[in-house]
């Protein structure tokens, strides 16, 4: 089976020519690609094939790797990729709604837990409260510029948060609440030396 120089697939998180960039180029056309296509394409082992398949629901979500079993040759197992478009589709549909907020109010209060923020949106409007129990927010309270900064990078956090939970990848979802939390003890640490 060989791949067309020009495919009506969208761009995807692969090089073209790499091995798994044919991979997935063979797997997002309808009715997929059989591990042992694959093989033949990427003159690769079995085992490859199902490690760049792993490799490929890591990148756009497991949810969108289809498999085909057959049980009686598993080199005839097909893998399809869906809804390649859905990913890209709900990125823009936050990036849109997130370039289209008109209002953003900002609002120093105590928050439950150690965040540094709590982000609201409301059609054009977004609300960020910052956390006034966090010791560095509630020194800087006054600073304008400051507040406007955390104001800022709340924001960048909650548009980050929100497409990673649409891509579906866990490992990148927990990266971030973890940058999250780390962002929001070293605000504590800085209120120690400013």
Do not use: W
């Amino acid at each position: 089976m060989k791949i067309e120089k020009k495919s009506n697939i969208k761009s995807h998180p692969f090089r073209n020519k790499s091995r798994i960039g044919i991979q997935y180029m063979m797997m997002s056309k309808p009715g997929g690609a059989s591990v042992l296509d694959i093989m033949e394409e990427t003159k690769c082992s079995a085992s490859r094939v199902r490690a760049g398949v792993s490799e490929i629901r890591k990148r756009v979500g497991s949810k969108s790797v289809i498999t085909y079993s057959n049980l009686e040759d598993t080199k005839l197992t097909r893998y399809e990729i869906t809804n390649t478009n859905k990913i890209e589709d709900e990125i823009y549909f936050i990036h849109d709604e997130i370039s289209h907020i008109s209002d953003i109010k900002t609002f120093l209060k105590p928050l439950m837990g150690s965040a540094f923020s709590e982000i609201f949106h409301e059609g054009s409007k977004a609300i960020v409260c910052l956390n006034t129990d966090n010791k560095y927010i509630n020194r800087h309270k006054e600073n304008d510029q400051c507040i406007k900064t955390l104001k800022d990078v709340a924001l960048a956090l909650d548009l980050a948060q929100r497409l990673v939970s649409s891509e579906g990848n866990i490992e990148t979802q927990f990266a971030i609440e973890k940058f999250q939390s780390e962002f929001s003890r070293q605000l504590q640490k800085l209120s120690k030396v400013y």
